[in-house]
Nanobody, 124 residues
Framework: QVQLVESGGGLVQPGGSLRLSCAASGFNLDYYYIGWFRQAPGKEREGVACITSSDGITYYADSVKGRFTISRDNAKNTVYLQMNSLKPDDTAVYYC?????????????????WGQGTQVTVSS
C-alpha cells in the first residue's frame, strides 16, 4: 500500500525554524518527483518546493527561496523540508506529494499520491 506520512509541524515564532519530514512506504522514492505544497485557509494550494527523481534539480517558490530547502534521503525513503526564517505568512497545512512523471512539477495536479498534511503555525 502506498503511503506518505508528514511530520514535524507545530507552532513556531517568527524567525524560527522547522524541519518537516515525509516518510514513504510501499514504493521507492528514488524514481519519483517529490513536491511540498501548502494550503492556508481561504487560499488555493500552492507549490513550495520540489526535487526531481533524476539529477536532483530543485525548484522553489519565490516566496520561500533562500529560506526553505528540500532534500531527500534515499536510504531512509524520506523527503525533508528545512524551513528557516519563518514568517506568519508561512502558516498553512503542508503536504508532501509524489509524481512518477511531471512536465510541470510545481503544479499540484501533476502529483499522484499525497500525504495527509501537517500544520505549521508561525505566530508570536
Amino acid at each position: 500500500q502506498v503511503q506518505l506520512v508528514e511530520s514535524g509541524g507545530g507552532l513556531v515564532q517568527p524567525g524560527g525554524s522547522l524541519r518537516l519530514s515525509c516518510a514513504a512506504s510501499g514504493f521507492n522514492l528514488d524514481y519519483y518527483y517529490i513536491g511540498w505544497f501548502r494550503q492556508a485557509p481561504g487560499k488555493e494550494r500552492e507549490g513550495v518546493a520540489c526535487i526531481t527523481s533524476s539529477d536532483g534539480i530543485t525548484y522553489y517558490a519565490d516566496s520561500v527561496k533562500g529560506r526553505f530547502t528540500i532534500s531527500r534521503d534515499n536510504a531512509k525513503n524520506t523527503v525533508y523540508l528545512q524551513m528557516n526564517s519563518l514568517k506568519p505568512d508561512d502558516t498553512a497545512v503542508y503536504y508532501c506529494a509524489v509524481a512518477r512523471w511531471a512536465s510541470l512539477p510545481r503544479e499540484p495536479y501533476e502529483y499522484n499520491y499525497w500525504g495527509q498534511g501537517t500544520q505549521v503555525t508561525v505566530s508570536s
